[in-house]
């Protein structure tokens, strides 16, 4: 038998002894003694928990020896916050629920608004892909021009380039970049707000389920 086996069975025995020595106890009360673990496994029993102790599992027991309470390990701070963020969600999700069932009659009532809010931003996203191609234009416009120029232009009499050209283009690459980005986003927005508008009508759809089973 290993010594930690060992160890246990002798806390086994041990707590069997005080509890029993307990329970003959005229002056027996209930909830005369505690079981805990300690770090290698090992169970102790005993009239008080030692303080390096007071934040683990434990479990009491009456006069009897009978268990008649428990008291769960203290949380870390790092599972309580888990926890708040857990029942943040739980909350936030019960507020959705609410928010769908007072607001919709249907699953055709979802898809008209689903509609309506894609319709919008394709708009958007058109207006958005029409822009960029102008900055497209405007930009091969302005190099076209730049090639006129030194260091663009090898000639030897090739002038300089001039700044307000020079500005143009660094605004319009700018620009155009800045421009290229947003109409990524709002293609990613686009695909977001179909796939929420999807997950509300299933849940939805389990919620009307769950309320026509009561």
Same mark, same amino acid.
């Given at each position: 038998?290993?010594?930690?086996?060992?160890?246990?069975?002798?806390?086994?025995?041990?707590?069997?002894?005080?509890?029993?020595?307990?329970?003959?106890?005229?002056?027996?009360?209930?909830?005369?003694?505690?079981?805990?673990?300690?770090?290698?496994?090992?169970?102790?029993?005993?009239?008080?928990?030692?303080?390096?102790?007071?934040?683990?599992?434990?479990?009491?027991?009456?006069?009897?020896?009978?268990?008649?309470?428990?008291?769960?390990?203290?949380?870390?701070?790092?599972?309580?916050?888990?926890?708040?963020?857990?029942?943040?969600?739980?909350?936030?999700?019960?507020?959705?629920?609410?928010?769908?069932?007072?607001?919709?009659?249907?699953?055709?009532?979802?898809?008209?608004?689903?509609?309506?809010?894609?319709?919008? +931003?394709?708009? $958007?996203?058109? #207006?958005?892909? !029409?822009?960029?191609?102008? =900055? &497209?234009?405007?930009? @091969?416009?302005?190099?076209?021009?730049?090639?006129?120029?030194?260091?663009?232009?090898?000639?030897?009499?090739?002038?300089?380039?001039?700044?307000?050209?020079?500005?143009?283009?660094?605004?319009?690459?700018?620009?155009?970049?800045?421009?290229?980005?947003?109409?990524?986003?709002?293609?990613?927005?686009?695909?977001? +707000?179909?796939? $929420?508008?999807? #997950?509300?009508? !299933?849940?939805?759809?389990? =919620? &009307?389920?769950?309320? @026509?089973?009561?």
């Amino acid at each position: 038998m290993s010594a930690q086996g060992s160890r246990q069975i002798m806390g086994l025995l041990l707590g069997l002894v005080a509890l029993g020595a307990q329970a003959a106890s005229p002056d027996s009360k209930v909830g005369v003694a505690y079981r805990w673990v300690d770090e290698q496994g090992v169970v102790h029993y005993g009239d008080s928990v030692p303080p390096q102790y007071a934040e683990k599992e434990r479990t009491i027991f009456n006069s009897r020896g009978v268990a008649v309470g428990h008291v769960d390990a203290q949380k870390s701070a790092q599972q309580l916050a888990a926890d708040e963020r857990e029942e943040q969600e739980i909350n936030k999700q019960r507020q959705h629920d609410t928010f769908l069932i007072a607001t919709y009659t249907s699953v055709k009532d979802i898809e008209r608004l689903r509609d309506v809010r894609l319709d919008q +931003l394709k708009g $958007q996203r058109v #207006a958005a892909e !029409q822009y960029v191609e102008t =900055l &497209r234009s405007r930009l @091969a416009s302005l190099q076209s021009r730049a090639m006129l120029f030194r260091p663009y232009n090898a000639r030897g009499d090739a002038r300089r380039m001039p700044d307000d050209l020079a500005e143009d283009l660094v605004r319009s690459v700018n620009e155009l970049r800045t421009q290229s980005t947003a109409l990524t986003a709002k293609s990613a927005e686009e695909s977001s +707000l179909r796939a $929420q508008f999807d #997950a509300d009508i !299933q849940r939805y759809q389990l =919620l &009307r389920a769950a309320h @026509a089973q009561r």
